[in-house]
């Protein structure tokens, strides 16, 4: 199986959550954080900053660990596996622009489209802007159906 390690990041500002439309792609066709493959050599926190600058032309400044997600699909003859590094940002530098591969978007938090999200972003997404600290645990099938989910608050992250 294929592991793939990710970083996520969501800007939050007020009572508006910024949200990015994925252009192309794994994921394409849905809002989602900003964020992506950590490369060889590169910190969670590295990679989270990179992709923020390549996805919409902004520089976090300000950020905070919130969530790690392990989303398996072990069907099929393509099985995958990605572990999601999760960070709400705070501050930043720059004003989000749309790009080839992402258009962002700001939404009031009671206003979040989780029916134009991944399906499992309902089960924890609320969780950490409500201020928890979460591991996630999520299965799928090959339809990209949710299979099982599993979210405990957690402390910190250091185990």
């Not at 969501?10 to 252009?23: E, G, R, S, T």
């Not at 794994?26 to 493959?37: A, C, D, E, M, P």
Request: proline residues 5%.
């Amino acid at each position: 199986m294929k592991t793939q390690y990710c970083s996520l990041l969501f800007l939050l500002k007020d009572d508006q959550i910024l949200l990015a439309m994925k252009k192309r792609g794994f994921g394409s066709n849905r809002y989602n954080g900003v964020g992506g493959k950590i490369e060889p050599g590169e910190s969670e926190e590295q990679a989270l900053i990179r992709e923020c600058q390549e996805e919409i032309g902004v520089t976090p400044t300000r950020f905070k660990k919130v969530a790690e997600n392990d989303f398996i699909n072990d069907t099929g003859n393509d099985p995958w596996r990605m572990f999601v590094h999760v960070y709400i940002a705070t501050e930043w530098e720059g004003e989000p622009v749309e790009t080839e591969e992402m258009a962002p978007e700001w939404f009031k938090l009671p206003e979040i489209p989780y029916d134009n999200m991944w399906v499992d972003d309902i089960h924890w997404v609320p969780q950490i802007l409500a201020g928890k600290k979460i591991k996630g645990h999520f299965t799928f099938d090959d339809n990209e159906q949710l299979l099982t989910h599993k979210v405990e608050t957690v402390e910190s992250f250091n185990d």
